[in-house]
């Protein structure tokens, strides 16, 4: 499944989130910290810079403006305790990203297959996880419906691929959409909710499970 590149690639990259998730419970290592947490995705660049020479020029340069603004929406993230705007300019930054996903995976939308049913699922889940968030969401309540519904546009586009594109890539990208929806709906929980016990550990393992699994699925597609 994954070529000899893919593979060294991936043990760099789990030594990447293992130094990110312990310099994050350690205060004395946090300037560590903030340089491995970015360095989870721009990691992920060099291997899609590297290896996407086959990959369109359209969905290449979408997947990169997707990966950009997730380093800068993780950049931001990392001083929300300095202040709320910081949260707000990384809520926009990661909006942008998942629009660029959204875009690069409606390159192979299935018009046959209708989403309505996967929808309807998707807005089971959402209304749950609002009928938690509600109640605190003061100002940013419309920023989070807003940034809901694009996580569940982006969630959507990639079901949508599924037979316009080969299995493997499918399932890959399909995955990492829904551990995207499942990191940013802990995120949300523990910030408007309650906080979580080892919210930032669960956070940044499916983030990173995520991005690493949509950008590698995106690499499959030279294979198809």
């Known amino acids: 499944m994954l070529s000899k590149s893919e593979k060294q690639f991936s043990i760099l990259f789990l030594i990447i989130v293992l130094i990110e998730l312990l310099t994050g419970q350690i205060e004395s290592l946090e300037n560590v910290h903030y340089i491995a947490k970015p360095a989870i995705v721009i990691s992920l660049i060099f291997l899609f810079l590297k290896t996407s020479e086959s990959i369109p020029k359209t969905i290449k340069n979408k997947t990169l403006l997707a990966l950009f603004f997730s380093v800068l929406g993780d950049i931001l993230l990392m001083f929300v305790e300095q202040s709320l705007?910081?949260?707000?300019?990384?809520?926009?930054?990661?909006?942008?990203?998942?629009?660029?996903?959204?875009?690069?995976?409606?390159?192979?939308?299935?018009?046959?297959?209708?989403?309505?049913?996967?929808?309807?699922?998707l807005l089971v889940y959402a209304a749950s996880l609002f009928y938690f968030l509600n109640g605190n969401l003061g100002d940013m309540l419309i920023p989070v419906i807003i940034y809901m519904l694009v996580i569940l546009g982006m969630a959507t586009s990639a079901y949508l691929r599924k037979d316009k594109v080969n299995i493997l890539s499918y399932g890959l990208v399909f995955l990492g959409a829904l551990f995207f929806l499942i990191s940013d709906s802990i995120l949300a929980l523990n910030k408007f909710y309650e906080p979580l016990a080892y919210s930032n550990i669960s956070i940044m393992v499916t983030y990173a499970l995520a991005q690493y699994l949509i950008v590698i699925g995106i690499l499959k597609l030279k294979e198809d």
């Open 85 to 121: 705007h910081f949260f707000t300019l990384g809520l926009v930054a990661f909006l942008t990203a998942h629009i660029m996903y959204i875009l690069v995976f409606l390159k192979h939308r299935n018009l046959q297959k209708s989403p309505i049913g996967f929808i309807a699922l």
